[in-house]
């Protein structure tokens, strides 16, 4: 049923984005207006997204006057503003106060937001509040290159820009979203090209933990207005992109609950007083057994529809929020779910451990398996999108076989 007071309006284009929008669909049948500098065939001929490209949209002169005017437009409604990718939401973190005179901002306060984007004082924080993380050496500039030498683990590492906005802002030949490093030549030659790019912040080398994409977990949580964490979404990586700037993003992910871990991180973000979305991605160590944390994005994250088809719909949440009808406590989501993003072949494939790949069969057997752009009411006499989305699901054949 249509709900005309509700408008959301999205930054981005990417599958971040056309996730929320199916979020809103869902729950309310409304259509999200989505903006973005790029055109992007994941929300390109969509009835539930209405897109437009916008140049220099990253930037605070051009976002703010475009916000305005779009509010003024669609005064007396709900407009919901959500932060798709990171330089959206650090944006809309800026400039909170002057966005919140016209929409609904779920997103942390600035100062927080400072020490949380930045790796190293994140892991401060998490050695401040006993959340276990992987070992860490922070470099400042090249000058510290000598740290590689005398790390207090062994090779291979883990090398990583602290600040992930910087780093993609100086674009270099060989770009890659993390470094797995195995001599302490290549991690020098690494670091030396990333400073020299332009990148002016700290780089994160860090203990390797074993494991394949399936040690991987993600952990999705929302926190109110009033800093209480409303709801909490853990998923099992069962497998990740392996494209050099695409490692990282999950394809495939298997709902799990471990209550220790959940709330020590609901814990956390109590404390800290944050609201708004918060993504953790984290790892299982084999070597101790704990759960490592990676990192936190101040938003939701891409995969977000895991949480969604969990039934845990995050349009729902910012709308509840929103109008201050939150329900009382927690809900950690128990729920048995399947997610993924590219074909069931390619993820059989992957999945090393039997029990896993029976229990996430049994899963697309009773229909508890969705992947965010086989949606129906949007693929539905709509011929464009269709052949959209069976072409790009069926690329990930070539990107798996190039990378395996």
Known sequence: MMNPEIIPVLLGADLNCYSVARAFHEAYGVVSYAFGRYNLGTTDH??????????????????????????????????????????????????????????????????????????????????????????????????????????????????????????????FDGMKKVYIIRTEEEAKEVARTIFYSGYDDSLIIQDFIPGDDSGMYVLTAYSDQNANVKMMCLGHVLLEEHTPKGIGNHVAILTEYHEDLMKRVKDFLEKIGYTGFSNFDIKFDPRDGKFKIFEINLRQGRSNYYVTHSGANLARLLVCDAQKSMKNGTEFVKNDSFWHTVPKKIIYSYIRDEDTKKKVQELVKNKKAGTALFYDADLRMNPLRFAYVAVHNHRYYKKYKLYP
């Open 46 to 171: 969509s009835k539930i997204v209405r897109y437009t490209h916008v140049d220099n949209l990253d930037t605070a002169g051009v976002l703010l006057p475009m916000l305005e005017n779009f509010a003024k437009e669609h005064t007396g409604k709900l407009l919901i503003l959500v932060g798709c990718t990171d330089a959206y939401a650090d944006l809309i973190i800026e400039n909170k106060a002057f966005l919140s005179e016209y929409y609904f901002c779920s997103a942390p306060s600035a100062e927080l937001a400072k020490k949380l984007i930045s790796k190293e004082a994140f892991y401060e924080m998490c050695e401040e509040h006993h959340l276990d993380y992987p070992k860490t050496v922070v470099i400042h500039h090249d000058a510290e290159l000598d740290k590689l030498s005398t790390l207090p683990f062994s090779y291979p590492i883990v090398l990583k820009p602290s600040s992930s906005i910087r780093y993609w802002q100086n674009p």
